[in-house]
C-alpha cells in the first residue's frame, strides 16, 4: 500500500476553432520517434520521442513537454488553385520545466498499426515498421511524480501522478511563443496564438482509495516569452490509494454552449436518445437565436411572455432543431422524456389557450378554474408535434407538470404539484390506488398515459407536499418520477405531513422525523397499474427535500436532495453537508444513505450503477457542481463552478457523456465546440454542456438502421469504440431475451480483434425463433479489457406475412384463353407487395394484394412489411390453355318437311392441344344428347337451333349454333265448278284451289291432263279435243 495523489487535466488543440479533434484520417497513436522527426536542417530531434498528426496541428511530445506546430491553409485568389496556396505555420510549446532528464519512458498498450517512412536524410533503407502506442508514461519526471499521456475521444489527455513523497510545486509549465492566455471563470485555461489556441479543462485531482476530492486549480504567471503555469490546492494529503486498483479517470468537458437571444433564457431538462443526439427543454422570452425552421413553431406565442423552447443538439453539438412551445401567455418546459422511438414527451406549464393541446386530446381546452395549468405534449424525433394536451382541474390553484417518465413500451407517466387536491386527477383503470379525498391542501399528482395520449389512469399521492411559490427560475427542482423495466413506478418528493398512512406502506420509515414544519422527503413505489407498492418517508431532525430520483440496472432506487440534518450518513461517504443522496432496494429497505457538498437536483444512474449528480452548493467558490458515486456511496469526484452558472437539469447517453444545462449570467464563460459561443443578452442565457465522464467504456450503445426487425434478419451493428481495445480482445454480440433482459444472453456473433479501432461494424443474423411483436436489445461484450457496454435500444421483432400466394374463388392455376386468374397474397396494413412473373417484376400497384394474371407463367408474390420484413410466396404455375373450336356439321338438307324429316348433327370440332373431354347438343325445344353424332326426327314443323358445347379435359369450353327448318305439310283440295262431263262444243271447265296450311304458304301447280298446267288458284279450261282427262292439283309448302 502506498499514499498516492493523482492530479489529472486535459490539453487539447485547435488550430481553426476551439476544441477541433485530431484529424480520424490517421489513427490518433503515439507514433515513435525512430529517426523521421528531424529538423528544417535534416537533423535529428532526439529529444522528440512520439508524434500525433493531424490535419491542422502536429504534436511532438518528450521529457521536455509539448510541442504544437499549427497550420494554416489560404488562397491568394479566389480560384483556390495550387499556384495560389499559402501555408502559414506557427510552433507554440507547452514546455515542462526543471523535469528529469533520466525519467523513466514507459511504452503503454502497443498497437498493431505502424508507419514506413522513405527517403529520409542519411538512411537510404527508410525507417520500416515504426511502432505505434496508445499510452505513455513518463515514470518520475519530477520526483515521486509521473506525467501519463493518451488519447481519449480524438483528443490528447494527461495526467500528474503524484506518488508519496512527492510534490505538486515541483510541477511547472510554461507556454512558450503564447499570444495569449486566461484563467476562465470555470476555472479551464485558454492558451492561444495567431493559428489557434489550447484549451484545458480545469484540473481535478483526489486523494486516495475513496477518491476523496481536492480543489487544485491553476495559477497564471505572464513571462517575457510567454505564460508560466503552476497549481495551487491542497495537495498534502495522507490518504491512502491502492495501487492494484484502476484508475477511473475524471471528467472532462468535451464541449460548451451559450442558448438564447436578446431577452432572459434558461433551460430546465435535457435527455438524450437512442441515437447519441441530446434534447434540451426550458423557457425563453427572446424572439431571436431559439428556433429553426424545420421544426413545430418558428416564433414566440405571445408578445411578452415566456414560451417553451425545446433543442435537439448532435453529440458533437450543433443544432439539428429548435422550436418554441407556447401561446399567448406565459408558457414553460420544466421536464421531458423520451420513448424507444426517439419521440419526445415534454411537461410543464401554461396559461395559454391556444397552441397547447391538440384537437383530439385528453384535455383539448384549458380547464376554468386557474389560468396555470399543466401541460404534456408529444412530438417527433423531427420536432413536429403529435398531441398534446392539458392536465389540471378547475380548481383555483396554480398546477403545472413537474417530471416525466417512459417506459419501454412507450407509456407516458407523469407526475405534478397541485395546491388543491381534486378528484378530477383520479380515475380510469380499477385497482389503482385511491386518494383519501379528505386530505386536500397542497397533493402530488400522477397519471399514465399511452403513447397515443389517452389516460389509462390518474390518482392524487400525499398531502400538505413541498409546493413553493412559483418561481421561473427553480420551478423543476420539487418533484422526480421514473419506471423500472417491467413498468413500475417510483417516484420522491417532499412533504410536512406527520400522517403516516398517506405516505408509508411497507415502509422503511413509518413516522416523520422532523418536528412539525420541517420537511422530510418521502418515496413511493406503484404498479404499473397504479397499485400502491410501498412507500417511506427519509428525514432527519430537520429539513429534507428530495428532488430528483434513477434506478439502476436492477431496480435499486437513488435519491438525491438536500438536508439540514447532520446525522443522515448510514454506510455513506459523508457525515455532513447539506447534500443528501440514497440508496434502497427495490422493496423500499434502505441500503446507505450520505451526504453531499451541495444539494442534489438532478441525478442519473449509468451501466455501472454509478450515479451521476448535479446540485448546487453554498460554498462561495463554489455555485453549481456535479459528482459521480460508486454503488456503495464512495465518492468519484466533485467538480465546481462559478455562482452564476446554475445547473438545472443532467442526463447521460451510456457511453460515458454527461449532458447537463441551466442557466448563467457569465458572459466570459469559455466557450468551445458549441452551437453558439457568444452571450445572447439581459439577466440569463441557457446553458449546455458535455462531460465525458468516465473513458473506461470500451464501446458505445449498439445501434441499428432501423427499430423493427424481423426473425432471421441479416442486420449490420454499428459502435464505436471509446477507448482502445488491445490485441488478442474478443467482442462478442449478445441478445436479450424477449422481455429485453440479458439473464440468458445469446450469442449471436463473435470477433477477434488485434489492434485497437475506432469505429466499426458487425454482421449478425437474428435467430428465426424469435417471438414476433416483442422486443429485444442487443449489447456487446469485450475481453481485453473487460467491457460490456450499453444496451442497445430496443427493436421490435414484427410478425411476419405468411409466404402464401391464394387463388380466389376457388380458381384452377390450368385456365382457358381469354379469362384471367385472380391470385392474393396476404392483406394486411402496412404492407407494400411485388408481384413477380417468372422472376421479372410484373407493373402492378405495391398496395395492391390481389393480381390478375392473363398469361403463362410462374407467379410469386413478395411481401414487405413497414419494418422491412420480406416474405416471398411460394411459386405457383399458371397455365393457359387454348380453347377448343366447336363446329356443327349436319349431314342432311336443313331444311325438311314434316312428314318424314330425319336431320344427322356430327361434331366437327377441333382442339389445338388436349382432347375434347365432353360436349352436349342441346337443341331449342331442350332436347340434349351427348355422343359425338346424332340424329333428330321432328314431330311438328318450326324452326330448330342446335347448340354444341364442347369441353376439353382442361375444362376450356366453346360452342357453335346452327339451325334447321321443319316445314308443315299443306293440306290439298280442288273445287270443280260445273260438271265433269261436257261436250266438246262449247265447253267450259272452272276450277278451284281450296287447299290449306297451317303454317307457311305454299305455292300450286295446275295439270289439266292435256300437258298443260297453270298457277292459278282459280282456272277456267278448254279442251281442244274430246276425251277423258285427269286433272291435278299440286300443292308445295
Known sequence: MKNILLLCFLCFAAAVSAQTRLNSATPKLFIENKGQITDKNGLPQPDIHFVLKDRHVNVFIGPQGIHYLFSKTAYSSVKQDKDSVIISTYRMQMHLTGTNPMSQLIRGNKNDYYENYYNVIGRPEGIPHVPSFEKITYKNIYPNIDWQLYIVNEQLKYDFIIHPGGDVKNISIEYLNASDARINSDGSLTVTNPLGENNESAPVSWMGKNKTPLQHKYKLVKKENGYKVEFIGDENSSAIYDTNADITIDPFVQWRSYYGGLSTDMLYATCTDNDENVLFAGGTNSTNNISTSNAWQGSRGGIANHDGMLIKMAASGSRMWATYYGGEWQDIIFCMAIDHENKIVIGGVTQSTVNIASTIAY???????????????????????????????????????????????????????TGIGNNQYAGAMPGYFVHNSNLFGPVVYIARFTPQGQRLWGTMYGKEVFFPTFSYATATTFTSITTDWDGNIYFCGSTTSTDSTSFCKNAFQNFKSGAAGYYDGFIAKFKPNGQWVWGTYLGGTLHEYLYSIGLDNNANVYVGGTTASTQMNYNGWATNGPGLFARFDSSGSRIWTTHGMGSCKSLNV??????????????????????????????????????????????????????????????????????????????????????????????????????EMCRGDSIWVRYNVLSPLYAGNTLTVELSDVNGVFI?????????????IKADSLRILLPANLTPGSSYRIRIINTNPGDTSSPSALFKVQQPVSNSLNILNGGSTQVCQGNFLWLSGVNAAGIRY????????????????????????????????????????????????????????????????????????????????????????????????????????????????????????????DSSYKTVEVFAAPFAKLKASSSNEQCIKGHSFSFTDSSSIVAGSYTRLWNFGDATTDTARQKNKNYVAAGSYTVKLNITS
Open 363 to 417: 384535455q383539448s381546452t384549458r380547464p376554468t378554474g386557474s389560468n396555470t395549468q399543466g401541460f404534456i405534449a408529444k412530438l417527433t424525433t423531427s420536432g413536429y408535434r403529435e398531441w398534446g394536451t392539458y392536465y389540471g382541474s378547475d380548481q383555483t390553484s396554480i398546477q403545472y407538470v413537474t417530471s416525466l417518465a417512459i417506459d419501454r413500451l412507450g407509456n407516458i407517466y407523469l407526475m405534478g404539484l
Open 606 to 707: 449509468d451501466k455501472r450503477n454509478f450515479m451521476l449528480f448535479t446540485g448546487q452548493t453554498t460554498q462561495t467558490q463554489i455555485g453549481s457542481y456535479w459528482g459521480k458515486f460508486t454503488p456503495n456511496a464512495q465518492i468519484i469526484y466533485n467538480q465546481g463552478t462559478t455562482q452564476n452558472f446554475i445547473i438545472h437539469g443532467g442526463s447521460i447517453d451510456g457511453n460515458g457523456n454527461a449532458y447537463y444545462c441551466g442557466r448563467t449570467a457569465d458572459t466570459t464563460i469559455n466557450i468551445s465546440g458549441g452551437h453558439q459561443n457568444t452571450y445572447g443578452g439581459d439577466a440569463w442565457d441557457g446553458f449546455m454542456m458535455k462531460m465525458l465522464y468516465d473513458t473506461t467504456f470500451r464501446t458505445s450503445r449498439p445501434k441499428f438502421a432501423k427499430n
Open 744 to 756: 440468458n444472453p445469446i450469442k449471436l456473433a463473435i470477433k477477434s480483434y488485434t489492434a485497437s
Open 834 to 957: 411485388q408481384w413477380q412473373r417468372n422472376g421479372t417484376n410484373t407493373s402492378f400497384l405495391d398496395t395492391l394484394f390481389n393480381y390478375k394474371a392473363f398469361t403463362t407463367g410462374t407467379y410469386r408474390v413478395i411481401s414487405t412489411t413497414s419494418g422491412g420484413c420480406v416474405t416471398t410466396s411460394k411459386d405457383t404455375l399458371v397455365t393457359f390453355y387454348p380453347n377448343p373450336v366447336s363446329d356443327i356439321r349436319i349431314n342432311s338438307t336443313t331444311q325438311q318437311c314434316l312428314p318424314g324429316n330425319l336431320f344427322q348433327f356430327a361434331d366437327s370440332s377441333k382442339i389445338s392441344v388436349g382432347n375434347i373431354a365432353s360436349r352436349t347438343w342441346l337443341w331449342t325445344d331442350s332436347v340434349r344428347a351427348f355422343s359425338a353424332d346424332t340424329q333428330r326426327i321432328f314431330n311438328t314443323h318450326g324452326i330448330y337451333g342446335v347448340s354444341l358445347l364442347v369441353t376439353t379435359d382442361i375444362g376450356c369450353k
